[in-house]
Structure formats: C-alpha cells, structure tokens
C-alpha cells in the first residue's frame, strides 16, 4: 500500500527523530471544518475515504477489515472500497446510501480537519443544512462526466443560504473524461455562471480523480497543464470562520450563573462576537441595563481578555439582573430585541409544519413559545423558484413571519449566526422539527406596545370576589361537552360566581366565522379562543370552553397562556362508537357517507388528553352527575 | 488578535456542551471510567464550572475487575474535583459471581450495559456525560453530542434529533433521558496533548513498566491480582508493556513498548499501525456490527 509522499503527511521522519519538536508544531495547529456534498455516485465517500487513508487515519486492523468488506460486498473488484471506510451503520451499508451526517477527523501538517460527510439526494436536505450548520467550507463534489447538476445548484443554494462563504469545486472523476481541461474549464465556467446568480463570491475549482489520489494530496502526473492547488494544499488555506467574527461587536448569550458563594457571580457562556477585557462597558438585554466588566476568572487565574469562540465566565461591577437566556453586548453597539421576524425555515420533520401552532424556538440560550404564520413562499431548492405554500413538508424551505411570545435578543443570520440561527422544537414530542435563520425584526413589532392599565387582573378578581379560572372541556363531537359545561355554569351561578361559556358553535357564527376545518384553521380556532378566553379570565371571569380542540399542541398552547394553576383541562371521556350512536346533530352520519370532510374521529384525528386535571365519563354518569363531579373538584374558587 | 489552536476551540466546544446540559438538565451525572478520556472530560468539567466544583456527581459503573491503579486513581481524582463519586456494581452480576472468564460477552453485558442502566434508574439522572469521541468506531461517527434515549434506554439511530449550530435540544419527556458527549470532537491525538498541555494525572498504566503478563488468544493479558486464573503451563512473564485503553484487566490487551513517557507513548502511537480499540475484546464479538448493536441495546 503506497502512500502519498508529498510534504502534506511527511511527518514520519520528524515523530521518530524529536517528538517534542513534532508536537509543539502540532499544538498549534488551527482547525477547519469542512462540508462535503454530493451523491454516492460523484464519488463522495470515496474521497472522504481516500482523505483518511492518505492521512493515515486508516490504520492496519481497519485496513484488513476494509480488504476482506470490499471484497464481500465493495463495487469496485478486487481492489479496495474506499467508501466502505466511511459508510458506518449497517443499514446503509446494506443499501449503499449515507443517511446520516456522519463526521470525520483527520490532520495534515498544517491543520486538523473535520468533515462533515453528508448526503446529498433531495431527501436528504435536512442532514445538509445540519452539516453545513458549522462549516467553515464546503466542498461540492462534481461528476466530471456530467457536470453541473440540479443537486450541484442545491448543494451550493443550501451552503450559501447557511452562510458557508468558501466554495470548492470539486470536479471528480476526471479519469473518466481523460483528464481533459476542456471539460473541466467547461464545468468550472458553467458553475461560475450559476454561482454568480446566488451571490456565490469565493470559488476555488480542483480537477481531481479520488479514486487514484490525483490532485487530492498529491499533484496530478496525468493533468500536468493544472497548476493550481491540490485540495489539501487549497484546504489548508481557507480561513476560520471565528476569525471573521473576532472583529465585530462583543455578545455573550449567558449559559449559566455561577454562584459558588455569597461573594461570587460569574456569567458563563460562550463568546459569540468580538472581544471582551475588564473595565469595558457592556449592556444587559433585553432589560438594557449598562454595567462594567470587572474581571475574567478561569481555571488557570484571571484573563486579560476572551474573544469570539472561548468559553469564558464573566464577573461584573454592580449586582445587576442577569440570568440564563440574557446576553451581554458592547454597551454601545448592542444587538436588537424584538418579538415578530421574518425568517429561513428548513423543515425537519415527518409531521409538517401547523401555522399558528406554538412550537419552543431555541436561539442562542433563549428558549421562548413561537408560532409561525402561513408561509410566504416556499423555495424549489432545485430551481430557486418561489413557490405558495400553505405549510412546509420534511426537507422544505420556506420564508415565514416568526412571532416569539415575548422579546428577544436576536442580530440578522448573515451579521451573527449564534444570535441568528435557531431551531423549532415540537412541544408534545420533544423533536427538532425545523432550523431558521432569522433575516431582520417586522417593523410591527416596535410600534405596538402593551398598554399599561391601572386596574389589574388581580383587581378584577377581588372585586368578583372569586378565583379567575378556565374550565376547557375537550372531547369528540357529541361526547356531551356543551351539555356537561352548561350544567356546570348552571350550578356556578347558583353559587353567586361570576362565569361566561363559549361554545364551539356559537364562536364559529362570529369570532371566527372566517375559519373551515383544515388542521391549520382548527389551530387558529383553539388560538383565538385562548386569547378571549384569556381575556375573560383578566377580566375575573370563569370561563368555561366546549371545543372538541383535538390537538394536545394547542391545548398546551392555551394552558401556556395563563398563569399556573389557572387552566382546568376537562376530558369529556366519550368512546367514538357512544358519540356516533349519539349523532346530536346527524354529522356522523354526513362524515361516514362522505360528505363532511376532516371530522374528528372519522378522518382527523383526536389526541386524548394524557394528563387531564379532570376526566369525566359519560357512559356511566349523567351529565347532571358529572357536572356535580366537577364543581366539587374545582371548589372554592375563591 | 491570536488565532485559536484547535485544542483552544475543542476546549471551548466541551465547556459549551457541558455548561448547556448542567443548565437545562434537573439530574446530571458524569459517567467516570477513569480511562484517559475520563479524565480530560473531568478536567473540562473542573474548567467549565470554575470556581464551584462542576455541579453533579461522578458515577463509575464498576465491574469489580478494573486494574488496582485505576481504583486508586478513581478515589483521587473525585476528591481532587471536590465531587461526589459513586460506584454501582450490578447487584445480580455480584450474587451470581459473572466474571470475564467464564462468561464471555455476558460479564460485559451484565456489569456494564445492565449496571448502567441500574446505576442510572436508581438514582435519577435524567442526562449523563459520556466520554466517547466520534473518531473511536464507524458507527460512533455519527452519534449526536446529545444522544437521546428511551424510557428503556434504547438508542435508535433513525430518531435521533437534527443538531444545528452549538443548539442542542434537551427537551425530554418524564422517564426518558439524554446522554452528552463533549468530547465528540476529539481525537486520540488531540487527547494526548490536551493531557500534555494541561498536566492532567492519568493512570500509570498508559505508561510502560515491567509487569506481569501472560500471553493468550492473540492478546497480551496483564495478571493484576490472584484472581487470574492461570491455564497449565502458563507462567506470567515479566513485559515491559503499557495499555492504550483501560477497561477489565482480563479483556484488555496490553502492548509491548519502551514508552514510558507521554511523549513516547503519543509517538508510538503516531507510528502505529493497529487502531486504538483493536487491543479491546468486547468490540470483536460477533464481527463488524458490534458496536452498533451494542448501542442499540443501551451501551454507552
């Protein structure tokens, strides 16, 4: 087995000879990632394999492994499979796919590297944005025999819209197109027009053949007339992302307070943006307080100053409100604070995205409830084109107007990707459903402002004489919640308190007449509703609600509206067979014929409550019984 | 400004990691191994926290067949860091007497994956900090820094969660858990001249010295205690030998080398030609996919 012998790796001579001397050089050594993107057929894992092979990351166990896996199940002969180094879980391996964005290491002379290998069909778009995510580089593998390619177009629209600023071309295969420099002049010409359109500035174009090592480390004997860098040499020279960013103003999102002891606070976090030095003057926001630096303690005693990348702890001069989800910028250029953008969306998530629903938005170290109007448009990743969309499926882009529910710190994506980039989190299943990038805060947003009234809900109450609740009944049509909910206002009033019930119906004859019963409107509905609802109970009121309300998301989204404790969740548990045979109002029957389209139980689904306050259960109580039920378990209410 | 070494930016990553999940976490532990990896995430973690000692417990799932120097290490480190340790040994494995001599893959199975587990269940931890790096195995190359797990602990790598930026989601439900690897991005290399750089105190048996050996099945075994069952005509031979990963000192195979300082072991090791977990039995174990399933099955 031959390695290259190129000065890249020559490190053998210098580790055997003086290993002190070795590793001082390699200590300081800076660290690039990089992105690769491109289909199993332009040869990407291969050159992933090859990088690790040249670099000596492949060590001889693994070499006998690799000789005995491609000869049992390599495409390539007798001779070694190089991808086979990389292609990792047995069930890709078995389809021969790369799935996952699987990460890899290895180092030159001059630098350490990691890659993030990802895949490159269509489907697979979320995987590349996550890899691209903290790429200081990409680079695009090409097919030399075909040449720029609607996944080429994707690949490059997808690192550009992620803020990867360094592009390799890298034009693979070459050995198949006999090494030909017109075909690749034709190739680079042709992506550089493309790339011209995306605002694509630095390209740097390699022929290469990865499967004989030619102008991957080593210059190639077969293309002479290149006399350009090899992809190391070129890779090797590409700079940090970090470093761009030392330059700009200081942000730290803060992590962690540290309180060991009365006498010390220290902000931990990780620097976001520029540099930081005791005795300058730094603002805490949202609030906007301003204070001094006062010292940078560490393990290794205090520092003289931290920049863009470090994680650091900050002590300050006045004992100011600082917590997690804070940040501390440069008192004189701080970042903005808002609560309505617009935004990137790439959608990660089997389940769509519902318009109106709220989902947890995590930016930086804030954590906050966010809804997401309908889209403005979705981007064909393959055309660029803008398309209507109503919703965005796994592996969409779109652009979308962000509503946060309160204030946040925030700066555009393209200015600070820390404060810029943010992910959606499904609030009942917990997973990573989206990544946005935030473009700029909606005017809107600084012009209305809460209006500070005098009379507050707390007086409200006490002139009721009475505790604010929301009694939200929830079950399929026909379950008998407006029944069980009139009865139960019925009796509070008996008992002098002061209640409004809204009616599923009666709402969709006013307020929200404007709705139908597609899963987006069903969640503007259960939104609306909360809001009134949530003004009633500001007013004092004791509201009671009867909506079939078939999501646990928007339940949990009106609950998250009010104060604790405020929100009574009342499952009217009702078998679907009992409601139908019920049939108030004949709408099972329309829906079983087909002419009432996304019914509840038959067509929609219904997501039972799985921690109800109360649950009531009509087969076995009246209504009057489990209207008794219910009063006694939400007395006194004052 | 200096420009950031690539030991100063994987500095920086860990402590991130390590500071979101103590933030976000209500019962974070530290799984403490007491192998090298172990201790540069404990050294992470006294950095992170600084001055407050990091604030969780280190948790050692022992198996009752670690090497005396690692035990004797394990007491000092904790009480160096001013953190709890606690040790769980699988309670059944003990009463039944499982060991690595007469039952093969289920000593593993039993001490180590079940014990965890137990050690886990017991006390509560909702996230633990593991030390694996992805660079270690195939399949670990695409484990997430936040690796989510089921009630039952299983790891399913079709639903692990998309990880963007330095974002990590640790939103879980009641009974399932998360388990965090800081040093993901580490590797063998970077290991050795962080623990150079920064002094860290490690085992002396990543050093070589004469020991007592034994040579079986292809490996280089180190006979720690009387508890080594000898075969007839084996006699243990004095080797200078060092080991380059630390776990039961019947399953771990030593090599032979004159490195007895960290210089000369990160040299030998840069000429190496075998990987680091080749000198591990319990990869070996039912060929290429082992460690994948292992996973699967709830082994950190």
């Known amino acids: ?638 | 400004m200096t420009s950031r070494t690539h030991l100063d930016r994987l500095e920086a990553e860990s402590i991130h990691i390590l500071r979101e999940v103590v933030a976000e976490a209500a019962k974070p532990v530290m799984l403490y191994s007491v192998g090298k990896d172990s201790a540069v995430m404990l050294h992470l973690a006294r950095k992170a926290f600084h001055p407050a000692p990091p604030p969780f417990p280190l948790l050692h799932v022992d198996t009752t067949w670690k090497f005396r120097a690692m035990y004797e290490l394990r007491e000092k480190a904790a009480k160096d860091a001013g953190m709890e340790l606690l040790v769980w040994q699988n309670p059944e494995a003990k009463e039944r007497g499982i060991n690595p001599f007469d039952h093969g893959p289920l000593h593993t199975d039993m001490w180590k994956t079940q014990g965890l587990k137990q050690a886990l269940d017991h006390y509560g931890f909702d996230a633990a900090f593991g030390g694996a790096r992805r660079d270690e195995e195939k399949s670990r190359a695409k484990e997430r820094v936040v690796s989510f797990r089921s009630a039952s602990h299983a790891w399913d790598p079709k639903a692990q969660r998309p990880e963007l930026w330095n974002l990590y989601n640790l939103r879980k439900a009641k009974g399932e858990s998360l388990r965090a690897f800081p040093l993901s991005n580490w590797t063998e290399l970077d290991i050795w001249q962080y623990i150079m750089a920064e002094n860290i105190e490690i085992v002396p048996l990543y050093l070589s010295q004469p020991r007592p050996t034994v040579e079986r099945d292809g490996m280089l075994l180190m006979v720690d205690d009387e508890r080594f069952p000898l075969r007839d005509g084996e006699e243990p031979q004095m080797r200078s030998i060092r080991f380059r990963t630390l776990g039961c000192y019947p399953l771990t195979g030593a090599v032979e080398s004159e490195a007895d300082t960290l210089e000369g072991v990160v040299r030998e090791m840069l000429l190496t030609t075998t990987s680091e977990r080749q000198g591990r039995a319990i990869d070996k174990d039912d060929s290429g996919a082992g460690m994948e399933r292992k996973k699967v099955e709830g082994y950190f």
């Open chain 1, 1 to 638: 087995m031959n390695r290259p012998d190129d000065t890249a790796y020559r490190a053998d001579a210098l580790i055997d000879e003086d290993i002190g001397e070795y590793l001082d050089r390699h200590r300081d050594k800076d660290m690039l990632r990089f992105i690769t993107c491109g289909s199993v057929d332009d040869g990407k894992s291969t050159l992933i394999g090859r990088l690790l092979y040249d670099s000596r990351r492949v060590f001889a166990d693994q070499l006998e492994a690799l000789e005995a896996d491609s000869k049992a199940s390599g495409t390539r002969g007798a001779e070694l499979d190089f991808a086979l180094l990389v292609d990792g879980l047995a069930a890709e391996r078995e389809q021969g796919i790369t799935i996952d964005v699987a990460y890899r290491f290895f180092a030159t002379e001059a630098r350490k590297f990691i890659v993030a290998d990802c895949p490159g069909h269509e489907q697979y778009t979320r995987n590349m944005v996550t890899g691209a995510s903290t790429a200081d580089a990409a680079v695009i593998l090409i097919d030399a025999r075909k040449g720029v390619l609607t996944q080429t177009r994707r690949h490059s629209f997808l690192c550009h819209r992620l803020g990867i600023r360094n592009m390799v071309l890298a034009v693979n295969k070459m050995d198949l197109v006999d090494f030909s420099q017109e075909r690749f002049d034709a190739i680079e010409a042709e992506y550089r027009a493309f790339a011209e359109e995306l605002g694509i500035e630095r390209i740097t174009a390699i022929p290469l053949a990865a499967v004989t090592g030619d102008n991957i480390a080593t210059k190639s004997e077969a293309m002479d007339w290149w006399d350009g860098p090899t992809l190391i040499a070129h890779l090797e020279t590409i700079p940090v992302r970090d470093q761009s960013s030392a330059d700009a103003p200081f942000r730290l999102p803060v992590q962690w307070v540290n309180r060991p002891h009365q006498d010390f606070r220290g902000f931990a976090g990780q620097v976001a943006g520029g540099t930081v030095k005791p005795g300058d003057a730094v603002r805490i926001l949202p609030s906007g307080t301003t204070t001094t630096v006062r010292a940078i303690p560490s393990f290794d005693g205090d520092r003289d100053s931290a920049e863009a990348g470090d994680s650091i702890t900050l002590t300050l001069d006045d004992e100011v409100d600082c917590s997690r989800g804070d940040v501390i910028a440069s008192a004189d250029d701080p970042p903005q604070v808002a609560d309505q953008f617009e935004a990137t969306l790439v959608w990660m998530d089997a389940e769509s995205l519902k318009p109106g629903r709220g989902y947890w938005l995590k930016l930086g170290t804030q954590t906050v409830t966010a809804t997401i109007a309908e889209p403005k448009y979705e981007i064909n990743v393959n055309t660029m084109a803008k398309l209507a969309a109503t919703s965005l499926d796994l592996n969409a882009i779109g652009v979308v107007e962000v509503t946060t529910e309160r204030r946040i710190v925030f700066e555009p994506y393209d200015t600070n990707p820390t404060l810029g980039g943010f992910v959606l989190i499904d609030k009942v299943s917990n997973q990573t459903v989206a990544a946005g990038m935030l473009h700029f805060a909606l005017r809107r947003a600084q012009n209305v402002h809460w209006q500070a009234t005098s009379v507050g809900r707390e007086d409200h109450a006490s002139l009721k004489n009475q505790t604010p609740r929301l009694l939200w009944f929830t079950g399929l049509s026909g379950s008998g919640k407006s029944t069980i909910a009139n009865e139960v206002e019925k009796k509070l009033a008996l008992m002098n308190r002061h209640t409004f019930l809204l009616d599923g119906d009666n709402v969709r004859h006013g307020l929200n007449k404007d709705l139908g019963f597609t899963e987006t409107d069903r969640i503007e509905n259960i939104r609306r509703i909360g809001e009134v609802a949530k003004l009633m109970t500001d007013a004092g009121l004791i509201v009671l609600t009867a909506f079939i309300s078939p999501f646990r998301a928007e339940r949990q989204m009106v609950r998250d509206m009010l104060p604790d404790g405020e929100f009574i969740e009342i499952f009217v548990d009702t078998p679907l067979e009992v409601a139908e045979q019920r049939d108030v109002k004949g709408l099972y029957k329309k829906a079983r014929e087909g002419s009432l389209k996304n019914f509840t139980g038959i067509d929609s689904p219904y997501e039972e409550p799985q921690a109800p306050e109360i649950r009531v259960n009509t087969v076995d109580m009246t209504a009057e019984e489990a209207a008794d039920y219910i009063v006694s378990r939400i007395l006194p209410l004052k």
